[in-house]
């Protein structure tokens, strides 16, 4: 048998070999060498040689690594005419790695020609052959490929299904991304894979295309999407926003928004904000967001503007501020970038004045914006500056100066929070100003500075033309404990409007002086009318209620009653404030306080006391009027 194949070589090379080396001295060195020439003849010669040489042997049981060989040659020569005889062995040749390799080299060529042997390739009995023409389909490029490739990603074997799916991607047709999308549901991991790495190929396209189906009921194909789509990194995080905004997607987008930005605290806040009904529940969200908010659910927030209650938005500048500063200079452009994006004055003015909670590295970004054309942005940059406090002193101060009034109206309001021996100067001097408006904010902000020093220029004012200067510049006495003109602050209190400012009360009960003690009676006097009056109305309308809702507890009732009753003049933050200090004052004055209060007809414990749970401002004092 051996002798028999060494003859069968001899012969072939006597008939093939020989003839040619004694004609010409060519084979398959040159042949080699040819074959990848810069030279179009030395290729042509060499492929007219390979040509000769498949011809004879396809379909034969010559060595197949040699015909390999021919093969990859044939590939090499990169000529037009070398499609041919790479289809005639895909058409004709038995063995398998032959058919692989031919199929190989027509996918390096790209010709449009082999089209239909490469589609019929997908039918072949041999894996590996469907699973190389899967692949060549792809760089083909050829969209008449798409039905075929669909077909195999239906193929019994799945490292085809896994090849025809990779291939769809580089096709690169938009209608592959439905089956796509199918196969991803496959039971092969690698189908799996391989359908996930062609739709990241396709971008948007892809992630439009499978938002839908976190809509749809739950499947297995949902949760692998909810799982893949973070895949997509920054290009996903906005549409999943948007899906985030429609009540059937939300809880799917959540969960993808969760694994996307690694935090699953803030997006269920963000849920409930969009939900809240008053001030109270929306205030208790916001400071659970401050505390484990991440600079996504910034950039959420911003997204959703339009879907946030009103109540919840004057709330945020805080909150998105302390999260903003957590995050450091990354917080910061973001909150920068949204004072300039888009034409919702509301939202870049919230953006700037959370900007002025990041602290000190923010006020180069807000700098820019004080010589901006929209006056309401001025104005919040000038606030958000006065939030940064001292160290934005210097960038505030010439803006005590400018003509616009409303803009040295915001200036001024902003020193008062800043104590500084610079900002109670130029406060002073703002007391001399021809507009009445700004003297009153300047004396308002001097008695916030609670600065000793401005009590004579206060003075001055006590004669001033304009009796709402007068009145500022009497509580501004009255803050800053002035004692020469107690009968002026008691005249002020006692017919100025009502409630009081709380502060003020409080001032009175620490100047020392028996003559407050009579205007101090009149304020407990006058919220116990109130009281009363408020203890009346509840008590008729919970019998009202708990006749028509007999199924309601006490408890209930005296919360929907509470409810109703919200803006009762009882309930009133300074009033009841007010009410709070006088009563802490007589006590310093040594009156007999809680005979005073029995008197007044007050019953601590009684059912439905407003003060029986006070606001942190002004606790009840531990006097035991019962």
Not at 24 to 32: D, F, H, I, K, L
Not at 272 to 281: C, F, G, I, N, S
Not at 387 to 415: C, M
Not at 435 to 449: D, F, M
């Amino acid at each position: 048998m051996v002798l028999l194949r060494r003859y069968r070589r001899m012969l072939w090379w006597c008939m093939c070999g020989l003839p040619c080396w004694v004609g010409c001295s060519y084979g398959w060195r040159e042949v080699r060498q040819d074959a990848k020439s810069d030279d179009m003849a030395a290729r042509n010669r060499a492929l007219d040689y390979l040509i000769d040489y498949i011809s004879k042997t396809t379909g034969s049981r010559e060595g197949v690594g040699q015909r390999q060989e021919a093969v990859q040659l044939v590939t090499d020569t990169g000529l037009p005419r070398s499609i041919g005889p790479l289809r005639m062995i895909l058409m004709h040749e038995a063995d398998s790695l032959l058919r692989r390799d031919a199929i190989r080299g027509l996918a390096v060529l790209r010709s449009a020609q082999a089209l239909a042997e490469l589609r019929g390739a997908l039918k072949d009995r041999d894996i590996d052959v469907r699973m190389t023409a899967a692949a060549a389909l792809g760089k083909l490029g050829d969209q008449r490929a798409l039905r075929s490739l669909v077909e195999a990603t239906r193929d019994p074997s799945p490292a085809v299904r896994a090849s025809a799916a990779s291939a769809l991607a580089e096709l690169g047709a938009d209608r592959a991304i439905p089956f796509l999308i199918r196969a991803l549901d496959d039971e092969n991991d690698d189908v799996q894979r391989a359908a996930q790495k062609s739709l990241l190929r396709f971008g948007e396209k892809a992630i439009a295309r499978l938002l839908p189906i976190l809509s749809q009921p739950s499947s297995s194909l949902q949760d692998r999407v909810i799982r893949f789509l973070p895949e997509f990194g920054q290009p996903v995080f906005v549409p999943l926003i948007q899906a985030f905004r429609q009540r059937t997607s939300q809880e799917n987008a959540k969960r993808a928004l969760s694994e996307f930005t690694r935090d699953g605290q803030s997006w269920p806040l963000l849920v409930r904000l969009t939900q809240v009904q008053d001030k109270k529940e929306a205030e208790s969200v916001i400071r659970e967001l401050s505390a484990v908010g991440s600079l996504a659910a910034v950039h959420a927030v911003f997204l959703m503007w339009d879907d946030m209650p009103v109540v919840a938005k004057p709330l945020f500048r805080t909150c998105l501020g302390q999260i903003a500063q957590r995050s450091g200079e990354e917080g910061r452009r973001l909150l920068s970038r949204y004072t300039r994006e888009g034409d919702d004055l509301a939202r870049r003015t919230t953006a700037l004045l959370a900007l002025g909670q990041a602290g000190t590295p923010a006020i180069d970004l807000i700098r820019p914006h004080l010589s901006s054309q929209t006056r309401a942005m001025v104005i919040a940059a000038i606030r958000a500056l006065g939030q940064i406090k001292r160290p934005a002193l210097s960038t505030l101060l010439p803006y005590t100066e400018v003509e616009d009034e409303e803009l040295r109206y915001t200036a001024i309001q902003q020193l008062g929070a800043i104590p500084s021996s610079n900002a109670v100067s130029a406060l002073i001097k703002q007391l001399k100003h021809p507009s009445a408006k700004i003297r009153i904010v300047a004396i308002e902000a001097l008695g916030q500075q609670r600065d000793r020093a401005a009590i004579p220029h206060a003075r001055d004012l006590l004669t001033d033309p304009v009796n709402n200067v007068v009145l500022a510049a009497i509580q501004t006495l009255l803050l800053l404990g002035d004692q020469q003109n107690v009968q002026v602050y008691i005249a002020a209190l006692k017919y100025g409007p009502y409630p009081p400012e709380p502060t003020y009360v409080e001032t009175l009960g620490r100047l020392a002086d028996t003559k407050v003690v009579p205007l101090l009676r009149q304020i407990t006097r006058r919220y116990t009318r109130d009281w009363k009056a408020y203890l009346q109305t509840s008590q008729r309308m919970l019998r009202q209620k708990r006749r028509k809702a007999k199924s309601m507890t006490t408890e209930q009732l005296e919360e929907a009653v509470s409810l109703d009753l919200a803006s009762h003049p009882a309930r009133n933050v300074l009033a009841l404030c007010s009410f709070v200090e006088a009563v802490r004052a007589l006590q310093r004055y040594g009156q007999p306080v809680p005979a005073l209060l029995k008197k007044y007809g007050y019953r601590h414990k009684a059912p439905m006391n407003p003060l029986l749970n006070p606001r942190e401002r002004c606790p009840w004092p531990a006097i035991a009027p019962d």
